[in-house]
């Protein structure tokens, strides 16, 4: 039998996985075909990530363009996390859709069906299948097919950090694996990522949760090198959504727009910052469109900021220039160390909705050498033992990858399938 197997570590930088702190990456990797140059989406950050992985698209064609977006309930454009569990149903009602394109879920409906196992946020979860087509597990609610809440009779109450992770991997392996055996099955660990965000990299703390997530992959390969032996034909894809930088500032960039005398008040719906940690999304409604110039004079002028993306520009880095959208900012980066001797450096922007910026500690979401480098490796379905591939690859090429192995079609997405060759 043909089945998939997608394990998310959340936030492990490729420069991490090394024989000192993930010795079972490691030994994985010699045994599978390991894509060198994986790079993230933009923003870097799960939630994109995650409709990224689901459909094999970009933001522009998928349509959730941030971790923070902005969405028009009815007074005005204002900030939104789509982290909570009841975003997804706030972007149904705010525009009449979830996402634009289908999912894996969706299209595996008919074809093995699909289960999620999530401990990132409620909203990561969700965009793995926002519509119901197959089985998502997570702590703030599970839905069957249909978008069947599955909570009482199945309840999923695995804690937020490195030990629900395990004993969601262990649901995982035998239940998911060994019982329901889906056509694909997804396991996303909240570690390294959540404890990234709360303790400096390379700390103590980081790197005990980064050996909790190895012990986690073991555990996942194990299992599958089980149910090969014993005939199925396993595609096997291990990978991290993206990478971190260290925070050494945290920008107040709706303050400074507002000091400017370019939006009116803290919280007002003329030009409206939705932060995606170390970028910033910036929102006009049409009656506001006209300070679009202005806006992107200031930022020219701030020491703070790397890149700006206005208008067309945002076509090259993956977003629509059609919608209420009209710049993307990322902060500066530098290559220098912290005290732990974790080289990458970045600005966040403040984010009142997550408080998930720290001084010190990591986060992601720009442009950054860093936050921009996940890793990636494939064992199974074909692809080489011990290769190592250094063509540019994306998260936008695992849906097809997948599908390709199924043996279903893979039309209608931005990436294409990995070289197996
Ligand atoms: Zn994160």
């Not at 197997?5 to 993930?22: H, S």
């Not at 459909?55 to 902005?70: D, I, S, Y």
């Not at 409620?122 to 599970?142: E, I, L, T, W």
């Not at 001084?359 to 290769?387: D, K, N």
């Amino acid at each position: 039998m043909k089945r998939a197997v997608l394990v998310v570590r959340d936030g492990l930088r490729a420069d991490m996985i090394t024989p000192e702190l993930t010795p079972i990456l490691v030994r994985l990797a010699g045994d599978a075909r390991v894509f060198a140059n994986h790079r993230g989406v933009f923003p870097s950050t799960t939630r994109v990530t995650s409709a990224s992985i689901a459909t094999g698209c970009l933001p522009a064609r998928h349509g959730l363009e941030g971790n923070v977006v902005a969405l028009d309930e009815g007074d005005g454009l204002i900030a939104v996390s789509a982290g909570t569990p009841d975003f997804r149903d706030r972007l149904q009602r705010a525009t009449g859709r979830t996402l634009m394109v289908p999912t894996l879920a969706q299209r595996l409906e008919k074809h093995g069906g699909s289960i999620v196992f999530s401990n990132v946020s409620a909203g990561a979860a969700q965009f793995q299948n926002p519509d119901g087509y197959g089985y998502v597990y997570h702590r703030q609610g599970s839905y069957g097919p249909g978008r069947w809440p599955l909570s009482g009779k199945d309840p999923f109450d695995v804690t937020h950090d490195s030990a629900g992770d395990a004993a969601m991997t262990e649901r995982f392996v035998d239940e998911i694996l060994g019982r329901r055996r889906p056509a694909l099955a997804v396991l996303w660990q909240c570690e390294p990522d959540h404890c990234q965000h709360a303790r400096p990299l390379g700390s103590p703390d980081h790197r005990a949760a980064i050996a909790g997530a190895d012990a986690c992959a073991a555990r996942v390969a194990t299992a599958v090198e089980a149910l090969k032996a014993a005939g199925d034909d396993i595609l096997l894809i291990i990978c991290s959504d993206h990478g971190h930088e260290t925070v050494d500032e945290v920008i107040p960039l709706e303050t400074l727009l507002g000091d400017a005398g370019l939006k009116a008040a803290a919280g007002s719906t003329d030009v409206v910052v939705a932060s995606n940690g170390t970028s910033a999304l910036i929102y006009l409604p049409d009656a506001e469109r006209h300070r679009a110039g202005a806006v992107v004079e200031f930022l020219r002028g701030q020491v703070w900021v790397g890149d700006i993306f206005a208008g067309p520009d945002l076509a090259a880095v993956g977003h629509r220039t059609d919608t209420a959208l009209a710049i993307a900012v990322t902060t500066r980066n530098r290559d220098t160390t912290n005290p732990y001797g974790v080289a990458g450096m970045s600005h966040a922007i403040v984010d009142p909705l997550s408080g998930e910026s720290n001084v010190g500690c990591g986060q992601h979401g720009g442009l950054g050498r860093h936050e921009q480098q996940p890793f990636m490796m494939v064992h199974g379905g074909g692809f080489g033992r011990a290769t190592r591939v250094d063509a540019p690859s994306s998260p936008v090429n695992i849906a097809p990858t997948v599908l390709r192995h199924l043996g279903l079609p893979h039309d209608g997405m931005d990436g294409a399938p990995l070289s197996r060759e």
